[in-house]
C-alpha cells in the first residue's frame, strides 16, 4: 500500500495550493479519504473527507468555503485545492483512507496514511 502526498510548499498569506494524494495497492473506489493536518505541538487535526463515490464530503468549520476536495477514482487520487491560505494554516498535510467511514472526521478509524507534506504560509 502507497499513499503519497505531494504539492506542498511556501505561500504567502492569502494565497493558494493544491495539494495531490497519489495512492496505490488497495481498492481505491472501496476507500473513503481523508486530510488532516498537524501544526508543531499540536494534535493531528481533521481538514476534510469524501466518501468512496465522492457524494459525501465534509469539512472542518475553519476549512469551509476555503478548502475544496475531491477525487478521480479513475486515477486513484485525491485533491485538496487550499485557497485564502492562512499563516494559521501550516502544517503538514497529511492523505488518509479509510474502508469503513463511518467516523470521517476521526484519524484514528482510518486505516492508510501518507508521510505527509509541509505546507507553510508567510504573514
Known amino acids: 500500500v502507497q499513499v503519497v502526498e505531494s504539492g506542498g510548499g511556501l505561500v504567502p498569506s492569502g494565497g493558494s495550493l493544491r495539494l495531490s494524494c497519489a495512492t496505490s495497492g488497495f481498492t481505491f473506489g472501496a476507500y473513503g479519504m481523508g486530510w488532516f493536518r498537524q501544526a508543531p505541538g499540536k494534535e493531528r487535526e481533521f481538514v476534510a473527507a469524501i466518501s468512496r463515490g465522492g457524494a459525501i464530503i465534509y469539512y472542518a468549520d475553519s476549512m469551509k468555503g476555503r478548502f475544496t476536495i475531491s477525487r478521480d477514482n479513475a486515477k486513484n487520487m485525491v485533491y485538496l485545492q487550499m485557497n485564502s491560505l492562512k499563516p494559521e494554516d501550516t502544517a503538514v498535510y497529511y492523505c488518509?483512507?479509510?474502508?469503513?467511514?463511518?467516523?470521517?472526521?476521526?484519524?484514528?478509524?482510518?486505516?492508510?496514511w501518507g508521510q505527509g507534506t509541509q505546507v507553510t504560509v508567510s504573514s
Open positions: 488518509a483512507a479509510d474502508y469503513r467511514w463511518d467516523q470521517a472526521t476521526m484519524a484514528r478509524e482510518y486505516d492508510y
